[in-house]
């Protein structure tokens, strides 16, 4: 289990380095290279009182295992918002067919068990732009003095 997320880790830090790491969670810190430089994070600490507020280019986060729904959808919340541009997250599977990270803008990465998957946030790619979102379609100002709605 632990090699499956420390090769997850060390694919997207290859992918793009990171210059600041923030580890959630009870182990995180172990999953990155030996010479890393890294900030924990207590997150029962931060829910009692959110003081830490840096901003980090990666989390990553690690729920305790008797960490409940709402503690865990607040930590999630946070860690795109306020505390990391780029979020790993290795998290629960609690219902395959409706997964309740993708409502908060985290994508499946990686399944490895069935009780566990890897789920990932960007800004950069959070949302695609649509084909239609373009000034070809909104403003025609060549047509504005021959055309009256």
Same mark, same amino acid.
């Given at each position: 289990?632990?090699?499956?997320?420390?090769?997850?880790?060390?694919?997207?830090?290859?992918?793009?380095?990171?210059?600041?790491?923030?580890?959630?969670?009870?182990?995180?810190?172990? /999953?990155?290279?030996?010479?890393?430089?890294?900030?924990? @994070?207590?997150? %029962? $600490?931060? &829910?009692?009182?959110?003081?830490? !507020?840096?901003?980090?280019?990666?989390?990553?986060?690690?729920?305790?295992?008797?960490?409940?729904?709402?503690? /865990?959808?607040?930590?999630?919340?946070?860690?795109?918002? @306020?505390?990391? %541009? $780029?979020? &790993?997250?290795?998290?629960?599977? !609690?219902?395959?067919?409706t997964p309740p990270y993708a409502a908060l803008g985290y994508q499946?990465?990686?399944?490895? /068990?069935?009780?566990?998957?890897?789920?990932?946030?960007?800004?950069?790619?959070?949302?695609?732009?649509?084909?239609?979102?373009?000034?070809?379609?909104?403003?025609?100002?060549?047509?504005?003095?021959?055309?009256?709605?």
């Amino acid at each position: 289990m632990q090699e499956y997320r420390r090769s997850l880790v060390q694919g997207i830090l290859a992918e793009q380095a990171a210059a600041s790491v923030l580890c959630m969670g009870e182990g995180t810190s172990a /999953l990155l290279p030996k010479d890393s430089v890294y900030t924990e @994070l207590d997150t %029962r $600490r931060w &829910l009692q009182d959110p003081h830490f !507020t840096q901003r980090h280019d990666l989390a990553l986060f690690l729920p305790a295992a008797d960490m409940q729904d709402n503690e /865990l959808q607040r930590l999630l919340v946070a860690a795109r918002d @306020l505390l990391a %541009r $780029r979020v &790993l997250a290795f998290l629960p599977e !609690t219902a395959p067919l409706t997964p309740p990270y993708a409502a908060l803008g985290y994508q499946l990465l990686a399944r490895h /068990l069935p009780s566990e998957s890897a789920w990932i946030f960007d800004i950069r790619s959070y949302k695609n732009v649509p084909d239609w979102l373009n000034s070809r379609y909104w403003a025609h100002p060549e047509n504005f003095d021959r055309q009256r709605w």
